[in-house]
Each structure stands twice: as structure tokens, then as C-alpha cells.
């Protein structure tokens, strides 16, 4: 199980964390697992955190915003156990969600 995500900054701190600073450096999206969601500090704190459903979107935002990206996460339809203990940890951590799906 895993999770399309974008622009998180993540903590130096973790081996997962480092790789989201890096990825958000460079403006790329970013697969998590369930097991990495275990072992990270996702350094997002009360911002604003935008979920879709779609990742065409995301890799939009991250053509068009690429390291200016606010963070979209990616629920993919059916939100697997790893979307739904990132939106939690977000949440938990003080994160805003705004959320846009599909119209079907």
C-alpha cells in the first residue's frame, strides 16, 4: 500500500524524512509506503494540505509549481491504509485539508 504525495517537507531527522526534503527540493512527487509512514515527521505542521484524487493532478502542480507547490496528496480513488495514515498524521500534526475529487 502506498501514497502519491507532493511538497511535503519532511524532518532531517529520518531516512524517509530526508528523502521528502529532497524530493520537495526538486519539485517531484513522491511515493510513500505504509511502513515509511511509520518512521517519519512529515514537517508539515498547521499548513494547508490539498488532497485529490486524481494523480494526473498532482503531476500537474508539479509541472506547472514544480518546488513552489503547496503539498497535494493523492487518494487515488479508493483510499488505501497508506492515504488514510497520512491524512491522519497531517491532521494529528495540524495540517488543514481541502479536498477536490472527481465528479462521478
Do not use: K
Not at 511535503?8 to 521528502?20: A, D, E, I
Not at 526534503?21 to 509512514?37: H, K
Amino acid at each position: 500500500m502506498s501514497v502519491l504525495c507532493l511538497g511535503l517537507p519532511g524532518s532531517v531527522g529520518t531516512l524517509t524524512g530526508r528523502m521528502l526534503a529532497l524530493a520537495r527540493a526538486g519539485g517531484e512527487p513522491c511515493v510513500l509506503t505504509l511502513r515509511q509512514l511509520g518512521q517519519v515527521d512529515l514537517g508539515v505542521g498547521s499548513g494547508l494540505v490539498w488532497a485529490c484524487e486524481n494523480p494526473i493532478v498532482l503531476a500537474s502542480a508539479a509541472d506547472e509549481l514544480g518546488p513552489e507547490c503547496p503539498p497535494p496528496v493523492c487518494v487515488n480513488g479508493q483510499p488505501s491504509a497508506a492515504v488514510w495514515r497520512l491524512l491522519d498524521q497531517l491532521v494529528a500534526d495540524g495540517a488543514e485539508l481541502m479536498y477536490h475529487g472527481d465528479f462521478d
